[in-house]
């Protein structure tokens, strides 16, 4: 079945570091792919996304590029703040609809002053 | 304007007690979800209902009982809590997720004691 690998956490920067969050995936056809966002003691917000090979998702000085050939998603952004904090989920949906959303564990990030 | 609101927020409650959780969305989306969050974070999916229609039903234990009056609801009830319950359970919605994505509500924090 489809499943998403997201890196283990936590991870700890200092503000202004580069972040990195790796994301592979493993589904048949196409999948739409996702980021969300969870701060301490709220839902899920949609980060950005991708629906196509090569496409690549931003928002808030997030960005993930769609890799069909590593099948793979990664979150980056050049420099974080400490209102960053907070758990990133890679997810996807499947080729030829259902519209199920399947995520992985998700990573922690902390950043600290 | 809340797009997906779920009531209630917080809820403790005994073992073997009967319990419900409603949620709404305002978004005209056709589509609704009910996911589970473990204390791990780990977000599963557990029913979509599509037009008050069930669409996917994982394997949840029977004591799980949706309801979709119309579109724009759908509510979760649960008998005879267990311990292994005690999760956050998140709704959502979305009208073509693969394209625009999924919107979550701010979740209801069940503890079962």
Redesign the interface.
């Given at each position: 079945g489809d499943s998403v690998t997201q890196m283990e956490g936590p991870v700890t920067l200092s503000e202004e570091a580069f972040l990195t969050i790796n994301c592979t995936y493993t589904a048949t056809g196409y999948p739409?792919l996702?980021w969300?966002v969870?701060y301490p003691g709220?839902?899920?917000?949609?980060l950005l996304?991708a629906?196509k090979a090569d496409d690549k998702g931003s928002n808030k000085g997030f960005e993930a590029t769609y890799r069909k050939e590593t099948t793979s998603f990664h979150l980056e952004k050049g420099s974080v703040q400490v209102s960053d904090s907070a758990?990133y989920?890679c997810a996807l949906?499947p080729t030829g609809?259902?519209?199920?959303?399947?995520?992985g564990?998700?990573t922690?990030l902390k950043v600290e002053l | 304007d809340t797009a997906v609101s779920q009531t209630p927020k917080y809820l403790v409650t005994q073992m073997g007690n009967d319990k419900s959780i409603k949620c709404e969305q305002n978004l005209g989306h056709d589509?609704m979800?009910w996911?589970k969050q473990d204390s791990?974070?780990?977000?599963?999916?557990m029913f979509?209902y599509?037009n008050k229609e069930l669409?996917?039903n994982e394997t949840v234990p029977n004591r799980f009982s949706p309801k979709s009056p119309d579109k724009a609801h759908l509510n979760l009830h649960i008998n005879s809590l267990e311990l292994g319950d005690s999760a956050v359970y998140?709704c959502?919605s979305?009208q073509g997720?693969?394209?625009y994505?999924?919107?979550?509500?701010?979740?209801t924090r069940l503890t079962v004691v």
């Open positions: 739409s996702f969300y969870q709220e839902g899920l917000q949609l996304k629906t758990v989920f949906t609809g259902g519209n199920k959303l399947t995520f564990t998700g922690q | 589509t979800y996911y791990k974070k780990f977000l599963k999916i979509s599509n669409i996917i998140f959502a979305s997720g693969r394209v994505g999924y919107t979550f509500g701010s979740g």
